[in-house]
């Protein structure tokens, strides 16, 4: 990753110097998991001096915050865009998959620790995490349970679909690469298809 992506992903952080430290723990939680990070791993992949980081974040944990909370936010809103510019439950969940899809899969570093390293968080940063965490699936919960009762989808529990559809997704940010056979768009596109399946949508 480089510090231009950065920017794209955190534009609201400033100063620059503060995105150049979210980008550091990212790298550093990926390559050694959280609890095997220091503070100097961050500080050094950031080219600053330990004490730099403090400037910015009061500990490694508010570090893990800033990033895991910025990317739920992201995937939250990535969510509500789809639902409010489209009204049919079958288009909503295949472009909502393709969409959450393809972001866990650009983003596989980020997302890989925003889902995989959450549990490291202190309570109360877990809990501000979590309520967002629980409002994206509340909004999929919803569309499914539209969906089967207009008859498109087919589904015992519509709480247990949201988790199986999300968790799809999720899950890409565990294996995909940038040597992927597929490009996020595409791997977006195929997932949906999967998913309507699994719902039992009829397709053409």
């Not at 231009?4 to 609201?12: G, N, R």
């Not at 990033?67 to 789809?82: A, D, P, R, W």
């Not at 919960?141 to 997704?169: K, M, N, W, Y």
């Not at 309507?196 to 009829?202: D, S, W």
């Amino acid at each position: 990753m480089t510090m231009s992506l950065s920017a794209e992903l955190w534009p609201d952080v400033q100063p620059e110097t503060a995105r150049r430290l979210m980008l550091a723990g990212v790298e550093s939680f990926a390559r050694r998991g959280y609890h095997a990070t220091t503070t100097r791993d961050i500080a050094s992949a950031a080219g600053m001096s330990p004490a730099a980081l403090y400037v910015h974040f009061p500990s490694k944990a508010a570090l893990l915050f800033a990033i895991s909370k910025y990317g739920h936010e992201q995937t939250l809103s990535l969510v509500e865009s789809v639902v409010a510019r489209e009204t049919d439950p079958v288009e909503r969940i295949r472009l909502l998959v393709e969409d959450f899809v393809a972001w866990h899969a650009r983003r596989h570093t980020v997302a890989r620790v925003v889902q995989y390293e959450l549990h490291a968080l202190p309570d109360e940063e877990f809990e501000i995490v979590a309520k967002l965490r629980r409002r994206i699936e509340q909004i999929v919960r919803e569309v499914i349970a539209q969906g089967a009762q207009a008859g498109v989808f087919t589904v015992g529990d519509p709480h247990t679909a949201a988790r199986a559809v999300l968790s799809l997704g999720v899950d890409v940010s565990r294996w995909y690469s940038d040597r992927a056979r597929q490009t996020p768009k595409k791997l977006g596109q195929e997932y949906s298809e999967l998913v309507l399946r699994m719902l039992g949508t009829k397709l053409s």
